[in-house]
């Protein structure tokens, strides 16, 4: 990421004079008193007009009033700073989960990963829950009839509740920790 130097934002103390005026050529009370809350916070001499003033990075030694220091040439910096922290990404994964009956949809939603560090699985017409944290598997539901497939999974947001929706148009609630039935909800006929 480059800094504001580089990329050319200098901090500038301008003397300019506002250059919105009223009717009457005079500053409105409402920008004066703006302007003076301003320079109270930031205790500042003089009002600037602009705080931020997009130019050529200043190589030259020549910098505003609000600068502390000279900016510093590029072959000043040290090359520690330069350097980005990377992270650390594994070559192999640490855990294969297979998938068999995975409905290749990109509309579907069957996959989804609870607050709890419980992952839901739809794969096909059930649905598998695994446990992140201990390793564990098992079936949650299986559904009904011919081709009524899991559409969608949703985790409710404390992780103990999963919405299941079908191909039937039905949304099934369960409670995890008990695997139950909480509630079933069918679509309307139109």
């Not at 990421?1 to 500053?27: Q, Y």
């Amino acid at each position: 990421e480059p800094n504001a130097r580089e990329a050319g934002l200098t901090l500038t103390s301008c003397n300019e004079k506002a250059k919105v005026r009223t009717p009457d050529n005079e500053i409105s009370p409402a920008k004066e008193d703006y302007k003076k809350a301003l320079r109270d916070s930031m205790e500042l001499e003089d009002s600037p007009s602009r705080m931020l003033n997009f130019s050529s990075p200043d190589l030259h030694g020549k910098h505003s009033d609000l600068c502390a220091s000279p900016p510093e040439s590029p072959t000043s910096i040290d090359s520690s700073k330069r350097k980005r922290n990377s992270r650390f990404i594994p070559k192999s994964p640490d855990k294969i989960l297979d998938a068999p009956d995975l409905v290749d949809d990109y509309y579907l939603n069957l996959l989804d990963w609870s607050s709890t560090n419980t992952v839901a699985v739809a794969l096909g017409q059930s649905v598998f829950l695994w446990n992140a944290s201990t390793g564990a598997t098992h079936k949650l539901v299986e559904t009904t009839g011919t081709g009524n497939i899991v559409t969608s999974l949703a985790w409710a947001g404390n992780g103990t509740c999963l919405a299941v929706g079908t191909h039937s148009a039905e949304v099934q609630l369960w409670d995890v920790e008990t695997s139950m039935q909480i509630r079933r909800m069918r679509s309307h006929a139109s």
